[in-house]
């Protein structure tokens, strides 16, 4: 097992990742992580504002980790739920900016609505989404998990690119879903 350590190392290093983390998020653990992320890019970022949108970026798609992230579901509902909601996130340099990748277990019937919901962010231009970001924040309204519905949609603005995103189904009640944000420098 010792010997994998270099062999993960040397794979991080090939693929220029600066961040890797695995596990349960607290709001602790983010303060943390924003804390590392935003040390990091202070280091390996000249331009303040390409540092400000990545920084940006990795805070929304933390929040998103954090507050709607779903336990993965057994296949024996009655056996004790012994694992913890997990999730991932990544970030990487990239030959021109960043990338940040999150992934974590949703519920399976909740797809569709995301998937939809990703497809329209994609769909509209800067200006576009400039209006349904002040439009959401007009309305009022908060989803079940106390957001307004801003997150994916702030993420397509600060990063400038449509958002990259894959769903896995995992069992017959859980997914994984997979987000790529890319930030140009």
Do not use: W
């Not at 303040?48 to 980790?65: A, D, G």
């Not at 694992?83 to 277990?105: P, R």
């Not at 569709?112 to 990703?118: F, G, I, P, S």
């Amino acid at each position: 097992m010792l010997d994998r350590v270099l062999d993960l190392y040397n794979d991080l290093e090939r693929h220029r990742i600066m961040l890797s983390f695995k596990g349960e998020l607290t709001p602790e653990l983010v303060t943390a992580l924003l804390g590392l992320v935003e040390r990091k890019m202070d280091l390996i970022e000249r331009d303040q504002r390409v540092r400000k949108r990545v920084f940006n970026v990795v805070m929304e798609c933390l929040q998103n980790l954090y507050h709607h992230n779903t336990q993965r579901a057994e296949q024996d509902l009655t056996a004790p739920r012994t694992e913890e909601a997990q999730g991932v996130v990544m970030i990487a340099q990239a030959d021109k900016g960043y990338s940040v990748l999150t992934g974590n277990f949703m519920a399976g019937g909740d797809v569709d609505r995301l998937k939809e919901h990703l497809d329209h962010v994609n769909a509209l231009g800067p200006d576009e989404l400039r209006d349904l970001y002040k439009e959401k924040l007009a309305d009022g309204r908060y989803s079940d998990s106390g957001g307004g519905g801003l997150g994916l949609i702030e993420i397509a603005r600060k990063s400038g690119h449509k958002l990259e995103y894959g769903f896995v189904p995992f069992d017959t009640q859980s997914t994984f879903f997979s987000l790529n944000v890319n930030v140009s420098a």
